[in-house]
Each structure stands twice: as structure tokens, then as C-alpha cells.
Nanobody, 123 residues
Framework: QVQLVESGGGLVQAGGSLRLSCAAS????????MGWFRQAPGKEREFVAA????????YYADSVKGRFTISRDKAKNTVYLQMNGLKPEDTAVYYC????????????????WGQGTQVTVSS
């Protein structure tokens, strides 16, 4: 069973940057896809970005494409989300999770959710 812990959230002005980290304990299988999701108050959890653990193939929601970058460090069992050009609409709790479905971007495919980290972008 993989356990995930997110960190790196905070308060930032519009246009600013943050880097989120997701540290995984337990064995990460090469077939895993790691994903970042977010949930704003009153809204459903939505896909942000994903990366396949073995090949490093990346996938992004249209709303963050060109601004966010997902990466992973296999030696540290950690996935990162570099967020640049932040907008007030990026304000949400950000979660990471793991999927056995290769390249999935579908929330129900993911499990082992972390506790989340709050990102607040002021205008």
C-alpha cells in the first residue's frame, strides 16, 4: 500500500509560482501513474496533471497546460508539480494519488489519496 504526503502549498499573488511535492512511501511499481488533482470549495475534484512512473509521459488539463509542469524523482520516490503563472482560479486543495491505469486522467482510477495541501492565489 502506497502512502502519499503532499507539501509545498501556500499563499501567493497572481502571477507567482509554487512547487508542490508528493512524497511516496512504500513500493512504487513501474506500471503506476501518479496524478495531481485539485478541489475548490463547492466544486468536484478535478484532474490537473499526471505522469507515468516508468517512462515519464505527462498529461495535463487544458486549464493548466503551459503553466504547470509535473515531474518525478525516482530516487526520492517523489512527484512534483511546478506551478507558474498562478491565477486566482487555481485556488484549491491539491491532492496527489496513484493509479494502476497507465496514463489515466480519470479520477475514479486513482487511489491512495494524500491529505492535500492548500494553494491560495490572491488577485
Amino acid at each position: 500500500q502506497v502512502q502519499l504526503v503532499e507539501s509545498g502549498g501556500g499563499l501567493v499573488q497572481a502571477g507567482g509560482s509554487l512547487r508542490l511535492s508528493c512524497a511516496a512511501s512504500g513500493r512504487i511499481f513501474s506500471s503506476y501513474t501518479m496524478g495531481w488533482f485539485r478541489q475548490a470549495p463547492g466544486k468536484e475534484r478535478e484532474f490537473v496533471a499526471a505522469i507515468t512512473w516508468s517512462a515519464g509521459n505527462t498529461y495535463y488539463a487544458d486549464s493548466v497546460k503551459g503553466r504547470f509542469t509535473i515531474s518525478r524523482d525516482k530516487a526520492k520516490n517523489t512527484v512534483y508539480l511546478q506551478m507558474n503563472g498562478l491565477k486566482p482560479e487555481d485556488t484549491a486543495v491539491y491532492y496527489c494519488a496513484v493509479s494502476l491505469a497507465y496514463g489515466s486522467r480519470w479520477t475514479p482510477d486513482f487511489g491512495s489519496w494524500g491529505q492535500g495541501t492548500q494553494v491560495t492565489v490572491s488577485s
